[in-house]
């Protein structure tokens, strides 16, 4: 009996629960009881619609496209495309010096840098004339006894023509020889005279003297450093990637495009604040890539690079330098600045008055931007101010560009309740 009584009373208790539950649903059964019902809140229903999200205040710019020219970015370092050790042909005491031969000096083709001493070779040349003199004084003896013994062969009366020996034209040519043999050692006893003088090969600047007043040079003795001045080279690195964007020369012709690639000096003040810029134009690549870095190097070269002709002012060998160099045109494309991302390839736009998440695949990147045709639409404006917890698909009022930003996360005040 007792655990029927128990059964009893639990279901007992279960059914004034289920009753309570539909009578406290019924707000007419609830009034009958006495209850004060407040039918937007009665228990049981639902709000009808979702309250509307805050109203968010941003400042923004209009996307458009535009055609935009990829620039690459490389660095490298001056250096000379001609460079020489100047050495003298002959031996000699080197007994003057040009003041165009210190270093850092300039020259031009022609000039005279060093001398080394001539009395050996005045004296050489003075031997080589009178041995020319003995020569030809022996050729005009020689013509004079083979024209007279063509004389005597005929006052003898032989009828048959003479021989060679008779004529003695064997020692005519051998006496015609050592003419041209003491012509020849004159020409190069006064080719060493003049040798003593030492001449700049073209228009240069000294790198480095390496001799002094008095000094014994011989013909492998370097006198010193120099190279030319007309043009300076730079080898420049493009990653694979660049090379996708970008197709350096390769053959053997003059460059079509001059003045291709912008230089920048690391010695000078930053980009943004006016730099000088030297222009070069990019001659011909390398014809393989770097072994361990898988780079290609392109050789691009500066004219005047040491503003002889301008007022730029001077590169140094062995100076870095910055170079951009156009590449590929993108067609129509958007352009957007990395500071408005909102995360990693996601900016925040407005479309129809209101807040879109907009994520896209960069077509190309920098450092400062970042350039796609995904993801955006004709007439979306992309937000400018940071809005780290705007929700997506919150009402947009756009802020004037003459008004001041309230904060990050722009609220209206009459909409926030």
């Known amino acids: ?23 406290m649903k019924d707000p007419e059964k609830l009034k009958k009881m006495g209850f004060k019902v407040d039918k937007k809140k009665a228990p049981g229903t639902r709000p009808k619609r979702k309250p509307e999200p805050p109203m968010i205040r941003t400042r923004v710019v209009e996307l458009t496209q535009k055609d935009h020219t990829i620039l690459l970015k490389s ?17 000699g005491r080197v007994v003057q010096y040009s003041e165009n031969f210190e270093d850092g000096a300039y020259f031009n ?11 050996d070779y005045l004296t050489d040349v003075e031997s080589a004339k009178a041995q020319l003199a003995r020569a030809e004084a022996s050729f005009a003896q020689e013509e004079a006894r083979a024209k007279q013994a063509l004389l005597n062969w005929k006052d003898a009366g032989f009828d048959e023509d003479p021989s060679d020996l008779v004529l003695r034209k064997p020692q005519l ?6 003419v041209s043999s003491a012509k020849s050692s004159l020409a190069r006893a006064q080719r060493n005279l003049a040798r003593t003088r030492v001449r700049a090969p073209y228009d240069g600047r000294v790198k480095k003297r390496n001799v002094g007043l008095g000094q014994q040079v011989g013909a492998s003795t370097s006198l010193g450093e120099i190279f030319s001045t007309d043009f300076a080279e730079v080898r420049l690195p493009l990653t694979t990637r660049d090379l996708t964007y970008y197709s350096p020369p390769n053959k053997p012709e003059p460059a079509t495009e001059k003045n291709n690639v912008t230089f920048t000096s690391f010695l000078s003040v930053a980009e943004d604040k006016g730099s000088t810029q030297w222009a070069g134009t990019i001659l011909r690549a390398e014809g393989e890539l770097d072994k361990n870095s898988r780079q290609l190097f392109v050789i691009a070269r500066i004219d005047d690079p040491f503003g002889l002709k301008s007022d730029k002012p001077a590169l140094f060998i062995g100076q870095p330098v910055r170079a951009i160099i156009p590449a590929k045109t ?3 494309v958007y352009t957007i600045p990395r500071k408005h991302l909102s995360e990693l390839n996601e900016i925040l736009v407005v479309r129809e008055g209101r807040l879109k998440r907009v994520t896209f695949t960069p077509d190309w990147s920098n450092s400062t931007s970042m350039i796609t045709r995904d993801g955006i639409e004709p007439g979306d404006l992309l937000c400018t101010t940071r809005l780290p917890y705007a929700p ?4 947009v009022e756009i802020i004037p560009e003459e008004e001041e930003p309230l904060s990050s996360h722009q609220v209206h005040p009459s909409d926030s309740r």
Do not use: C, F, W
């Open 109 to 119: 083709k022609g000039d005279v840098l060093l001398e080394l001493e001539t009395a």
């Open 1 to 23: 009996m007792r655990i029927l009584l128990h059964i009893m009373i639990a279901l007992a208790i279960l059914g004034l629960g289920i009753g309570g539950y539909y009578t």
């Open 173 to 178: 040519r051998q006496a015609e020889a050592n």
């Open 392 to 395: 997506e698909g919150a009402p």
């Open 75 to 91: 660095q490298g370092e001056i250096r000379t495309h001609n460079a020489t050790s100047l050495t003298p042909q002959i031996s």
């Open 330 to 332: 993108l067609q129509q």
